[in-house]
């Protein structure tokens, strides 16, 4: 607290883009690893991302070193408008006192999660576009080939209008609801939990990520499932009305992948998941910490 929602919303953009830039590789990786072997039972297709780190090697010698950064200006956008709201809208809810009531904190960081996840939409869509393309040969999920990014915006725009850049919000908003709720609650108490039983120092670097590490493993569980419902609605190709080819919505993108991928085909990337959450919880958390202490 202590700190405006202003000043808050500018925080907020900046620690999430400063953790987006040293993560961005590991998002690629989660994308490919994501939408490889798409409706398709476990077995039956060919598997050009194993793992992680063979994974990025793959990106790697497809499109070279800058392939690991692909999609980075469409992140840095999303995690700029997406994180300065949720931030902001998180500020406001600790200043209103709606943080200190039971399940205030989880409650407030879910409204704040939705909230910005509906603004920074179009940008994650287009990131999702731009990371997932590729070589054929080594191709997974629908490709886009858009050429750049205001060439994305522009393509989505003029074939599908401004509805067209809001299409997978559904699967956002579940996403970054929850990851927003259990990433703020679980940092706050684990933060404080820590310097209650004095391992660090009340305000010290350490505790600020303790609580952020707690929180990536947490945020890793819990979010999988709708990371990968997320890109596949993202990702997805549509008809000339804008509805998808693949799925019809949220639902029934749970129901697909189950039905045809197993259960197991909601966890698909974990591992890049957290890999990427846990060093991005720590990163944009303690940026967020720090800066609002400065």
């Not at 040293?22 to 990786?29: C, H």
């Not at 991302?49 to 690991?68: N, T």
């Not at 956008?77 to 709201?85: A, E, K, S």
Request: glycine content about 14%; some cysteine.
């Amino acid at each position: 607290g202590g700190v405006p929602p202003a000043t808050d919303l500018v925080l907020g953009a900046t620690a999430g883009c400063l953790a987006c830039f040293l993560t961005n590789p590991l998002e690629v990786v989660k994308t490919r690893l994501q939408l490889q072997g798409e409706l398709q039972p476990p077995g039956t297709y060919p598997r050009p991302y194993r793992g992680v780190l063979r994974a990025a090697v793959a990106v790697c010698r497809a499109d070279g070193l800058r392939g690991l950064q692909k999609g980075l200006a469409a992140g840095l956008l999303y995690q700029g408008l997406m994180n300065g709201v949720r931030f902001y809208c998180y500020s406001h809810a600790e200043d209103a006192g709606w943080t200190g009531y039971p399940g205030g904190t989880v409650a407030a960081g879910a409204v704040a999660g939705a909230v910005g996840a509906v603004v920074g939409s179009p940008a994650y869509l287009v990131k999702t576009h731009l990371q997932a393309q590729t070589l054929s040969a080594i191709a997974v999920g629908h490709q886009h080939n858009h050429e750049s990014i205001s060439g994305a915006f522009r393509n989505i725009y003029q074939q599908h209008g401004v509805v067209g850049l809001w299409r997978g919000v559904t699967g956002a908003v579940p996403r970054v609801a929850v990851g927003s709720a259990v990433q703020l609650a679980t940092f706050a108490s684990a933060k404080d939990w820590v310097c209650e039983r004095q391992w660090f120092r009340k305000g010290s670097w350490a505790a600020v990520l303790a609580g952020g590490m707690v929180s990536g493993v947490a945020v890793a569980v819990t979010m999988t499932p709708f990371d990968v419902i997320s890109t596949r609605l993202y990702n997805q190709p549509v008809e000339a009305d804008g509805t998808g080819k693949l799925y019809r919505g949220f639902v029934d993108c749970i129901l697909q992948i189950s039905s045809k991928e197993g259960l197991l085909g909601l966890y698909k990337g974990i591992g890049a998941v957290y890999l990427r959450l846990g060093p991005h919880t720590v990163l944009s958390l303690f940026f967020w910490d720090k800066l609002r202490n400065m």
